[in-house]
């Protein structure tokens, strides 16, 4: 059977004999093949049949590649890796496989979407990488590099799953070439390759190249775009080989978050050097869920039942996640104390006194046994630095204020902007920059917008806050609000 003119999207190839199966439509299509969803009558369920485009059935090369990739992606029985069912095979000329039907989207999609998100989007990403990293980790343990991974080649499943898909240009480590057989082909995508690659030097494939692709694709969530960009293949192909990646800090867009640990774990993935990126993409991996989840180097406390961990108008040498347990926060106003919210487990307390070197703003006891995670003061300014803690401001999300005892109007509102401001505040501590004189600073406009979005707080409320505060200033030229450095005890 030829291809059809008139309908490019038809299944219109010979089915394997004794393969009962009915088309419901095509899913996708690359250079070498068509991805269609179909209804396997014997079992009574869909699968996703890939086959060979009609017009490479007879050259040995494609048909060769595109039989490798069923081979090696059935033996990657990985949670991350779409399982593969069953391949034809005629006269040895195989031609189609069956698999798993993925519903969902890209991680290019998904990122294209999130492109103007904050510091959850972020590490929903991160999430996403830690999951890739698993899969890649998995295939090397089984001798088999990727070579082609990028965004578009990661589904996301509409529940949570995750597959590294598009195994076609996969390699076998006992199959790569010594340097006198090097055919000195680069193969893979421009954009992401790694320079040994992008040279033709498929001799010196090896697991960190793969490395090296991973940090493409962390540069795509940073920077919104690839390590590699040029109007034309060659153009692009010509600076992966010369491994010109740009600085993130000049690409990435404005008031998108830049943590700088993050950073320094991208451009050591991203080091031309094999010798100096990470050597196995175990050690990447251990490298972002530390980011990610920075809170369990901390030191923990626990408080039984009417302890209080921290006294109104005391000063603070420290901060506090909650890991277990709950907590009230109440405060004095005019005389009286007043409840002012509830704690649960994954929020921060305390790092506002911290922060700033004022007294504490409200007292806060345990309701119940509660664990909590210590961050002191020498910790948090060192963490300020590498910016590992960026992940405990996130999943501190800003609760709401509890009106338990019939506060006023005014009063809710005070709370709503203070917390308004604590988050001011969290930026300027995990994601400010440095200034000459040891304060510390944060682009004002995009983290106004962006604070007032998430609290429903007007900006100018804020800003007046802001400006209330000793020692924060607005610098109108370079838009950033600035915060002096902290008075020393």
């Not at 294209?112 to 890739?132: C, P, T, W």
């Not at 680069?186 to 040994?196: K, N, R, S």
């Not at 009106?403 to 930026?427: F, I, M």
């Not at 300027?428 to 004189?437: C, I, L, S, W, Y």
Request: glycine content about 6%; proline content about 6%.
């Amino acid at each position: 059977m030829f291809w059809n003119k008139d309908d490019p999207n038809a299944l219109n190839q010979p089915i394997p004999p004794g393969w009962h199966i009915t088309e419901l439509g095509m899913l996708g299509k690359g250079g070498m093949s068509r991805v269609f969803r179909v209804r396997d009558e014997s079992l009574g369920r869909e699968v996703a049949l890939k086959v060979l485009r009609p017009e490479l059935m007879k050259d040995d090369d494609a048909l060769e590649t595109f039989v490798d990739e069923a081979r090696i992606t059935a033996q990657l029985d990985h949670p991350n890796v779409p399982p593969l069912y069953a391949l034809s095979a005629d006269k040895k000329r195989s031609t189609c496989f069956t698999m798993k039907v993925l519903e969902g989207h890209t991680f290019q999609q998904m990122l294209d979407k999130n492109k103007a998100g904050g510091i959850e989007a972020l590490f929903a990403a991160l999430e996403v990488m830690i999951r890739v990293c698993d899969a890649v980790s998995f295939a090397h343990s089984k001798g088999i590099i990727h070579c082609d991974l990028k965004p578009g080649n990661v589904m996301v499943g509409d529940h949570g799953q995750i597959y590294v898909v598009d195994w076609g240009l996969a390699r076998r480590k006992t199959d790569l070439p010594k340097e006198s057989e090097d055919d000195q082909r680069a193969v893979g995508t421009p954009a992401y390759m790694a320079p040994e690659q992008a040279r033709g030097q498929n001799h010196l494939i090896d697991e960190r190249t793969d490395v090296f692709l991973l940090g493409g694709m962390l540069f795509r969530v940073l920077a919104s775009k690839p390590p590699f960009v040029a109007p034309t293949a060659e153009e692009t192909l010509e600076i992966a080989r010369k491994a010109h990646v740009p600085p993130l800090e000049q690409v990435v867009p404005a008031g998108r978050p830049m943590p700088p640990r993050l950073l320094a774990i991208v451009r050591k993935a991203l080091a031309p050097a094999k010798e100096h990126r990470f050597q196995t993409v175990a050690e990447l991996r251990k490298e972002l869920e530390e980011f990610i989840h920075g809170i369990a180097r901390l030191p923990e406390q626990v408080f039984q039942p009417g302890d209080v961990i921290i006294h109104e108008g005391e000063p603070g040498d420290c901060a506090y996640i909650i890991l277990d347990g709950h907590c009230q926060v109440t405060r004095v106003v005019a005389g009286k104390k007043e409840n002012l919210r509830l704690l649960g487990p994954g929020e921060m307390f305390g790092e506002a006194a911290v922060l700033t070197n004022n007294p504490r703003l409200a007292t806060v006891t345990a309701l119940m046994e509660t664990r909590v995670a210590v961050v002191a003061r020498a910790f948090l300014q060192d963490e300020m630095e590498r910016t590992s803690l960026i992940s405990l401001a996130i999943r501190a999300v800003a609760s709401s204020f509890l009106d338990l005892n019939g506060q006023t109007a005014a009063l809710l509102q005070d709370q709503v902007v203070a917390k308004a401001w604590e988050l001011v505040l969290r930026e300027v501590a995990f994601m400010g920059r440095t200034e000459a004189d040891g304060g510390r600073s944060i682009p004002w406009t995009a983290t106004l917008q962006r604070v007032a979005e998430e609290t429903g707080v007007d900006p100018e409320l804020i800003t007046k806050r802001a400006l209330r505060q000793k020692g924060v200033r607005i610098d109108d030229v370079q838009n950033r609000l600035v915060l002096s450095p902290m008075s020393r005890a």
